[in-house]
């Protein structure tokens, strides 16, 4: 499972949470009496403001990932770019590859 499917996963349950929330706090607004009027408005508001910080916050996270998966890839297919394999050339232990490359370049 990659990350991305992982902050969006999360962002299913938070979203799926939040809607239960926003059930009961607008339950409890219509039931509310005029004394618990600006408590439940106030909590109402707070409520809204943190959903909103929790959205942007995964969307950020999603956005971050995206980048770093390109720049790993990125960093990934640099290191192969630099790599030369050479095959069919026997090797004894110890031995310097670059010592028996210019022996027998030379001879």
């Known amino acids: 499972m990659s ?3 992982d902050i969006q ?3 299913d349950i938070f979203t799926s949470k939040m809607q239960g929330f926003e059930l009961q706090l607008q339950s ?3 039931k509310q009496s005029n004394s618990e009027g600006p408590i439940i408005n106030e909590i109402a508001d707070n409520f809204i403001a943190f959903k909103k910080f929790v959205i ?5 996270m ?3 990932v995206c980048i770093f998966e390109s720049k790993i890839d990125y960093l990934e297919n640099c290191s192969r770019k630099n790599c030369l394999l050479i095959h ?6 110890g031995e310097r590859i670059e010592n028996v490359l210019f ?4 001879q």
């Open 3 to 5: 990350v991305i499917s």
């Open 9 to 11: 996963a999360l962002s």
């Open 28 to 30: 409890a607004m219509v």
């Open 56 to 60: 942007s916050a995964l969307e950020k």
């Open 62 to 64: 999603r956005e971050k």
């Open 88 to 93: 069919g050339i026997p090797e004894t232990k």
């Open 103 to 106: 022996v027998n370049h030379l």
